[in-house]
């Protein structure tokens, strides 16, 4: 995961839009993914995930994209409405030896307008 | 929140002073964690167990130690609070096997130390 300043990147997204938000993974070895959504006050809630040996998943009008190339991870939100208005973060898992362990990026703030 | 709760969920406290956090999962889920969330940092793990009397030290350790006597409990102790550990603390639970990696979170406890 990355790391930002104190103010998240904002995404501003028109209801009925589709959303994209990005993350860049910053370990080569990482090979499980997740994205967490968390609305103000709230424990992060999983959202989807994906392994590394697939570059597509797909859900309830979410779409996880992994390019390992680049190590890029982008979450696409159809039709967004607005109670998808939350924080959304990625993160990945570097295996270890007894046990997985989680990055965490800080989080791009969706906010959804009428 | 998968099962899991945390108790208490709001708390003022004093420099100087002992704080306990307790997460209270229904899961029977051998993982449990404890994370810090600051403005500008992803989650930071504190420590973790994998197991009743079994934990283990995470990224940011310093000032915590934790406690679990119970499969379904896990309890987070500063033994003198300072005003660097004001923060909201997360707990959160994951299953061993396919799933290990995917770590289902509590509510939060927001801590403020003055």
């Known amino acids: 995961g990355e790391s930002v300043g104190l103010h998240l990147p904002t995404l501003s997204v028109q209801e009925g839009d589709n959303s994209i938000i990005n993350c860049a993974y910053s370990?080569?070895?990482?090979?499980?993914f997740i994205w967490y959504k968390q609305e103000s006050g709230k424990g992060p809630q999983f959202i989807i995930d994906?392994?590394?040996?697939?570059d597509k998943r797909q859900g309830q009008r979410v779409t996880v994209l992994l390019n390992k190339t680049v190590k890029h991870l982008s979450l696409q939100i159809a039709a967004t409405q607005p109670g998808d208005s939350a924080v959304y973060f990625c993160?990945?898992?570097?295996?270890?030896?007894?046990?997985?362990?989680?990055?965490f990026g800080a989080g791009t703030q969706v906010v959804v307008t009428p | 929140d998968a099962g899991i709760t945390q108790s208490p969920r709001h708390k003022v406290t004093e420099t100087g002073t002992p704080v306990t956090l307790r997460c209270h999962q229904t899961?029977?889920?051998?993982?449990m964690y404890w994370y810090r969330q600051d403005p500008g940092h992803g989650l930071r793990l504190i420590h973790y167990?994998?197991?009743?009397?079994?934990?283990d030290k995470g990224e940011v350790s310093d000032g915590y130690s934790v406690s679990r006597s119970k499969t379904e409990d896990f309890l987070l102790t500063l033994e003198s609070a300072t005003s660097s550990q004001t923060s909201v603390y997360f707990c959160?639970?994951?299953?061993?096997?396919?799933?290990?990696?995917?770590?289902?979170f509590g509510p939060g406890t927001r801590l403020t130390v003055l």
């Open positions: 959160a639970i994951s299953e061993p096997g396919a799933t290990l990696d995917t770590q289902y």
């Open positions: 370990n080569s070895a990482s090979d499980y």
């Open positions: 994906i392994r590394s040996n697939m």
């Open positions: 993160a990945e898992n570097a295996p270890t030896d007894s046990w997985g362990k989680l990055q």
């Open positions: 899961e029977n889920h051998r993982y």
């Open positions: 167990s994998y197991g009743v009397k079994d934990t």
